[in-house]
């Protein structure tokens, strides 16, 4: 086989194999390294996303919500569970069989898309060379017209509390606890550490998450954020915000904390500690010194508005370069990279990128926050409805929430959809179709829902944006 391709992807994750798949799809000659290994020494496709963030995650946050469900749901409709138990081996043992089949299903695609995997750590080396250095120290180069850098991230390491893989751990290591810890503390109140958090918390772990911040969930929309709280709050996560870790040390089976807020420092004492204060990007070992691709001061790679590094053929996408650190916004930017090195026309709109947090009840949204949009001095209009008047949601007693739809005063244009409450992570789609349509907040509002359906929350938040919602006052 020759080693010189049209193509070389360097990561393996939601980015990087969706890149490499649509290289592929369009003719061009791809291959793809990535070093990742899974729980079984071998090599692992899919990167984070599949190995140890999205999938796992939400596999462990539904086999939560089904135990929670039991004594916190199910009585409301009648039924009662008595002695539910937590196989733990099963329960994790679950989670690894779905991140198995999915990893194991990215080497499928590769092969059906004649995709060319290797395995092993990819360096760039000047004139799209890539030296790839395998888990046993062999070396061989290879060679392309365009290299698409696709190399993630990894979790930033406090130096007051680094990770030791057993009390003190990150993600990966907090997807995979042997058994409940009685005491569970979060650091950093963002997505990751609100869904591990709740994932323990539904097992019955006592939870403290400790975020620096003031404000709860600060990217979110202000009212949406206000109500998460109130719920998660009620579940039993301890939030304490404000709040800053000053110092973590293991010792014997226990954490022992010391954080700080206005009234003071506080101990606290955890068998398990996650530090889940944000993800930074991987660059490690992955550029020699002259290839002219340059990082931000972020460590980021910096990049134009159509992902080039700015050197000939050098492309990069997904968490390791500027804009959210989603998979999906990792996958499109792949796909548009793919397309515009096949001479086509990629896009990736940011400004209608949607964000979920799955936990219970869900948050999504996508568009701008009234904040933004009062501080931008744009003129807006609000529809708000709340899920207590939505028959579906109460049927499934799952009646919290709204959701809360911001258009513009003069043209009605959406500008931003809102949403706490059940399956919001799936009602946000209908949103972001009519804002990448331009639709306004008229068009939703004129379209047939089914009923009794949770999208009648989406529908009569847009009625109640020009006060004609049926189902509240206005
Ligand atoms: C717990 C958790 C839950 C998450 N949940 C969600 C979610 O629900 N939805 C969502 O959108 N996002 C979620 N994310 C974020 C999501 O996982 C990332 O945005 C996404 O994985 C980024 O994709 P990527 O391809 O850019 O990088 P990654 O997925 O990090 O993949 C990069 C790959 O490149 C490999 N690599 C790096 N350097 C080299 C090199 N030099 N040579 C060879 N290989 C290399 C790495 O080993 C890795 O396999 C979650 C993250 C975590 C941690």
Redesign the pocket.
Known sequence: MSDKFDVIV???????YVAAIRAAQLGLKTAC????VGKDGKQALG???LN???IP??ALLDSSKQFYGLSHNLPAHGISVKDAKVDMAAFIGRKDKIVKQFTGGIAQLFKANKVTPFF????LLKGNQVEITGNDGARQTISATNVIL????VPIELPFAKFDGKHIVD?AGALDFTEVPKRLGVIGAG??GL??GSVWNRLGAEVTVIEALPDFLGAADADIAKIALKEFTKQGLAIKLGAKLAKAEAKKNEVHLTYEDKDGAHDLVVDKLLVAVG?RA?TD??LAEDTGVKLDERGRIVVDEHNHTGVDGVWA????VRGP????K?SEEGVAVAEWIAGKAGHVDFDTIPW?I?TEPEIAWAGKTEKQLKEEGVPYKVGTFPFAAIGRAVAMNEAVGQVKMLAHAETDRILGVHMVGPCVSELIAECVVAMEFKGSSEDLARIVHAHPTLSEAVHEAALSVDKRAIHKGN
């Open positions: 360097i990561g393996a994750g939601p980015a990087g390294v990535d070093a990742f990167g984070t996303c140890v963030g999205c995650s939400k092993g750590k990819g360096k696709a190399s993630g991230s993600n997505v990751i869904e591990l993800r991987y070992g992955l996408i997904g968490d390791a650190m989603l998979a999906h990792g979920v799955y």
